[in-house]
């Protein structure tokens, strides 16, 4: 396969896999997320893992092409193993040799998804063009991590990935003794867990995808919150994107702009002052 080979719809697949959980705490910010995503895949054929099933006037059954095949796996929760156990339920169902990831809090690019494949046909092909943005920074401001492998920006081959974590559950079939730490993207602490090793590869496609640091994370829930890491550079514009101050605007309802302007803290003190 040519080192540049691009994604056509016979050759990737989309799954897009999701704890249902900002529909109930900000639909505004995932409506966002979703319109951004149907003009980042195109024509590309989407499978959507959700927790409920989805609705009529759902908008990514506005996506070009076919319209998604819908996976629901019911109410089982929101954690780090169900990530995994969804993306898999996804990838049975996937038809093309690979498959790229999506999550619900992430602003895709086009690029991402239409870039390029892996170069062999069992490596995990990880895009490291991805910057994020944290709510709660003030002012706001973009950050990029160098280096870190993260789950939803990777386009696996599709058969590889359903062995390599069908090998992992078959190790753990108790998965209350999963190690969770270790348990992580294709490429990272398999030594650990004492599975296959699987190899990898990174790129950079030519727009970066932007994602959301935010409350209603499950990283921030159980892990950081506000101390998070904010990454090696700090970054007032990105090319083809908004500023940071108007790409929270699609986080945040237009009644509460005003408070892009504040910390946290000084949100909560005008709050209590009775100035907000």
């Not at 494949?117 to 990029?144: C, G, Q, V």
């Not at 030594?191 to 409350?215: A, C, E, P």
Request: charged share 25%; hydrophobic share 35%.
């Amino acid at each position: 396969m040519s080192k540049h080979s691009r994604p056509t719809k016979e050759d990737l697949t989309v799954v897009y896999y999701t704890s249902n959980f900002l529909e109930g705490t900000n639909p505004y910010f995932l409506e966002n997320t979703k319109k951004q995503l149907v003009q980042a895949i195109g024509d590309l054929p989407l499978i959507v893992v959700s927790q409920l099933p989805m609705l009529e006037d759902d908008l990514l059954l506005t996506k070009e092409g076919e319209p998604p095949l819908n996976i629901c796996v019911g109410n089982v929760g929101r954690s780090h193993l169900n990530i995994y156990k969804q993306i898999l339920a996804g990838a049975r169902e996937v038809k093309t040799p690979y498959f790229a990831t999506a999550e619900d809090d992430i602003l895709y690019s086009y690029a991402h998804f239409h870039s390029r494949l892996p170069n062999h046909k069992e490596d995990f092909l990880y895009d490291m063009n991805r910057i994020s943005i944290f709510t709660w920074t003030r002012p706001p401001a973009f950050s990029f991590r160098h280096k870190r492998l993260v789950i939803n920006q990777l386009i696996a081959p599709t058969k590889q990935y359903i062995k390599a974590f069908e090998e992992r559950f078959k190790k753990f079939p108790d998965h209350d003794k999963i190690p969770l730490y270790h348990f992580s993207e294709p490429g990272r602490y398999e030594k650990h867990l004492g599975v296959t090793v699987q190899k990898t590869d990174t790129f950079m496609s030519t727009k970066s995808s932007i994602v959301f640091t935010h409350g209603e994370a499950l990283g921030y829930m159980e892990n950081h919150g506000e101390r998070k890491a904010k990454g090696d550079l700090r970054i007032l514009e990105v090319e083809g994107w908004a500023k940071p101050k108007d790409i929270l605007k699609l986080y945040y309802q237009p009644k509460d702009w005003e408070q892009i302007e504040y910390t946290t803290k000084e949100w909560q003190e005008r709050r209590d002052n009775g100035l907000a």
